[in-house]
């Protein structure tokens, strides 16, 4: 069983940074896609950057130059860097894995989302 496990989330200012992390765990054989997504009170979900195995990223529009997203394969983790964040930026953070395991296709995995707020 494979489980994605975020942390980082809290309480920041405008202009503040924080890093959200996100580790999967579980019997793996290989991680290919992953990335942030976020959901706003009243607000659909919506992704915010992703990252490829390769190495390649997307992302949203409002976020391009302030947030960075990057994995470590080693660790099974992604992160998403946040600098500059504001007030529109509060959010649940969610992260999710297209995460192969032995003997089964890839399948799509999801946290329990971690919540951002930014407020001063």
């Known amino acids: 069983q494979v489980q994605l496990v975020e942390s980082g989330g809290g309480l920041v200012q405008p202009g503040e940074s924080l890093r959200l992390s996100c580790a999967a765990s579980?019997?793996?054989?290989?991680?290919?896609?992953m990335a942030w997504h976020r959901q706003a009170p009243g607000k659909q979900r919506e992704l915010v950057a992703r990252?490829?195995?390769?190495?390649?990223?997307n992302y949203l529009d409002s976020v391009k130059g302030r947030f960075t997203i990057s994995r470590d394969d080693a660790k099974n983790t992604v992160y998403l860097q946040m600098n500059s964040l504001k007030p529109e930026d509060t959010a649940v953070y969610y992260c999710?894995?297209?995460?192969?395991?032995?003997?089964?296709?890839?399948?799509?995995?999801w946290g329990q989302g971690t919540q951002v707020t930014v407020s001063s």
């Open positions: 990252i490829n195995s390769g190495g390649s990223t």
């Open positions: 999710y894995g297209n995460i192969k395991v032995p003997g089964r296709s890839a399948n799509d995995y």
């Open positions: 579980g019997w793996i054989t290989n991680i290919y896609l």
